[in-house]
Nanobody, 115 residues
Framework: QVQLVESGGGLVQAGESLRLSCAASGSTFSINAMGWYRQAPGKQRELVAVISYGGSTNYADSVKGRFTISRDNAKNTVYLQMNSLKPEDTAVYYC?????????WGKGTLVTVSS
C-alpha cells in the first residue's frame, strides 16, 4: 500500500502563487508516475500534471506555462508550483501515484482563488 498526504492548499487572490506538496509513504518502491488531478464543484476530476520517475512531464493545456510539476525521488515527494492563479483553478487538488498497475490517491487539498 501507498499513502499520499497533500499539503499547501489555501485561499489566494487571482494572480498569486501556491505550492502544493505530496509525500508518499508505505510501499513506495516501484512507484513510477506521480501527478496532480483536480476536481471543481460539479465537474469531473481532471488531470493537471504528471511526472514520470525519470522526470518527463505532461500538463493540461489550461495550466501550461503557469504550473510546474517536480519530484524528489529520494523524498518520495511530488510538488506542484502554481503561478498566475485564476478563479477557474479553484478545486480540490488530489495527488496520484501509480505503482505497477494500481492507482493511489491522496485525500485532497482545497485551492480557492478569489477574483
Amino acid at each position: 500500500q501507498v499513502q499520499l498526504v497533500e499539503s499547501g492548499g489555501g485561499l489566494v487572490q487571482a494572480g498569486e502563487s501556491l505550492r502544493l506538496s505530496c509525500a508518499a509513504s508505505g510501499s513506495t518502491f516501484s512507484i513510477n508516475a506521480m501527478g496532480w488531478y483536480r476536481q471543481a464543484p460539479g465537474k469531473q476530476r481532471e488531470l493537471v500534471a504528471v511526472i514520470s520517475y525519470g522526470g518527463s512531464t505532461n500538463y493540461a493545456d489550461s495550466v501550461k506555462g503557469r504550473f510546474t510539476i517536480s519530484r524528489d525521488n529520494a523524498k518520495n515527494t511530488v510538488y506542484l508550483q502554481m503561478n498566475s492563479l485564476k478563479p477557474e483553478d479553484t478545486a480540490v487538488y488530489y495527488c496520484n501515484a501509480k505503482r505497477n498497475i494500481v492507482d493511489y490517491w491522496g485525500k485532497g487539498t482545497l485551492v480557492t482563488v478569489s477574483s
